[in-house]
């Protein structure tokens, strides 16, 4: 086991790489650098993690524990769901023997197509998968879990466990709510499995598709053109052959003397000072962060210790750790506390924070209350334009796409509201998003494949 060790407090410091060289790195960046002294106060944390980018890196390529969940829905009817079928198909030909595939189809319930096997008979899978026709509603939950539980056969740590969704539209049979969903990918996280979505057309529930990938830690793609079906496949496929890291547990303790509050838009709990985080790999080149928050008052520099332990898969497999403790500074200048705000921290932070006011939204305009679902969005637009101005180019692009997405948002709320007609916030439709362009959510990325 390699361990690396590394003490950042400084802002100078943290643009340097902790672990030069290595397949993983930390960094550990404070949102400000100094705090007035005996003044209780939040501060955060953000714990960057970085795979290295090598082109000549090798990784190895772990078995896969693959199923796939179509929506065969009535309005997948034709190019759609041939396209999707030429993409399953084209995965089939692209795993090994040692892999194991399972492929699910679902509409007004899930039904099991191909079960859990080892990829020895290419021919006989693709030709269930082409009798494949389209009927009926969107169980998309029940068909998540049938894919989920087809992984169980085979589950294991020395295996990539992946679901991957595929559907056009509304989940409109059993639960079928954005929180719901995120729910179902917290729980299929926790057992070590991920699940990747593909929303094909205009019509598709983004915040459902985006929520359930990235409770889960996975990607979620958006595909306005059913051509790029295949492409979009081979890619995540692509991705999953190419793992640099997997098994990451991030284990936090902060010192007597600091309250951890918990992190922004993560269910993980402290108890005793202590959390637990696990993600399930990160690609070469792939970034990912969490942002901690964390009470202080005193004179406590120390605010967090973090033990990140993972399996290099670059190195043949080998256990690594890595080891770093974020630090403050005390003054007694309030001016000096006022400009220690480290700007991409403060920005990236409220891109976080935009995904957990959406959700509040949400469960609010569930209830009926549209009002009170604009105000929350109303109030994390101004927050996000505060932070746009000082951010770095490649964050405010974020920005304006978020902004975009609750100006609309908060609209409808408020249309829905006037008109008084007591809905659910489940008929309001999200609008589709400017295409080339993606960005990801603390790790998961969106990828759009768009024609213009």
Do not use: W
């Not at 593909?198 to 990607?219: F, P, Q, R, T």
Request: charged residues 25%.
């Amino acid at each position: 086991m390699k361990v690396h060790y590394t003490s950042l407090g400084l802002a100078m410091l943290f643009s340097l790489n902790a672990f030069a060289g290595e397949t993983l790195s930390l960094k550990l960046v404070p949102e400000r650098d100094c705090v007035l002294r005996n003044s209780p106060q939040e501060v955060v944390i953000k714990i960057d993690l970085s795979a290295i980018d090598d082109a000549h890196h090798k990784a190895h390529r772990p078995p896969l524990n693959l199923a796939l969940v179509l929506d065969r829905s009535g309005s997948m009817e034709g190019a759609k769901l041939e396209k999707a079928k030429q993409a399953a198909m084209l995965v089939v030909d692209r795993l090994k023997q040692d892999d194991v595939f399972s492929f699910v189809i679902f509409s007004d319930d899930a039904q099991l197509v191909v079960p859990a096997q080892h990829v020895d008979d290419k021919d006989a899978l693709k030709e269930k998968t082409e009798r494949v026709e389209a009927r009926g509603s969107t169980a998309l939950h029940a068909g998540v879990q049938m894919g989920a539980s087809q992984l169980d056969e085979y589950l294991s740590d020395q295996r990539i466990n992946r679901v991957i969704l595929l559907s056009d539209g509304l989940a409109n049979v059993g639960p079928s709510s954005p929180r719901q969903l995120r729910r179902l990918g917290s729980q299929l996280a926790e057992r070590g499995i991920s699940v990747t979505t593909i929303g094909v057309g205009n019509d598709y529930n983004e915040d459902l598709m985006a929520g359930l990938a990235e409770a889960s830690d996975a990607n979620y793609y958006y595909v306005k053109d059913t051509e790029k079906l295949p492409e979009i496949f081979a890619k995540e496929l692509g991705e999953l052959q190419a793992v640099a890291v997997r098994k990451v547990r991030i284990e936090i303790v902060c010192p007597d003397g600091v309250k951890p509050l918990g992190f922004i838009g993560r269910s993980e709990k402290f108890e005793k000072q202590r959390a637990v985080v696990s993600l399930s790999q990160f690609l070469p080149g792939q970034d990912r962060s969490l942002f901690l928050r964390c009470q202080v008052n005193g004179d406590q520099p120390d605010v967090a210790r973090v033990n990140v332990n993972y399996t290099d898969e670059a190195d043949g497999g080998t256990a690594q750790t890595a080891t770093g403790t974020a630090h403050i500074i005390f003054t007694d200048d309030q001016s000096r506390a006022d400009g220690s705000v480290n700007r991409a921290v403060y920005a990236e932070k409220q891109l976080v924070l935009t995904a957990v006011a959406k959700d509040q939204a949400m469960e609010q305009a569930d209830a009926g209350n549209y009002a009170a679902a604009a105000t929350i969005l109303n109030t994390q637009n101004a927050a996000l334009s505060t932070a746009y101005a000082d951010a770095p180019t490649s964050v405010q692009m974020k920005i304006r796409a978020e902004t975009n997405n609750l100006n609309y948002f908060s609209g409808r709320f408020g249309y829905s509201g006037g008109g008084g007609t007591g809905g659910r916030s489940s008929t309001i439709q999200p609008r589709a998003r400017p295409c080339n362009h993606s960005h990801s959510t603390h790790g998961t990325r969106r990828i759009e494949a768009c024609t213009t």
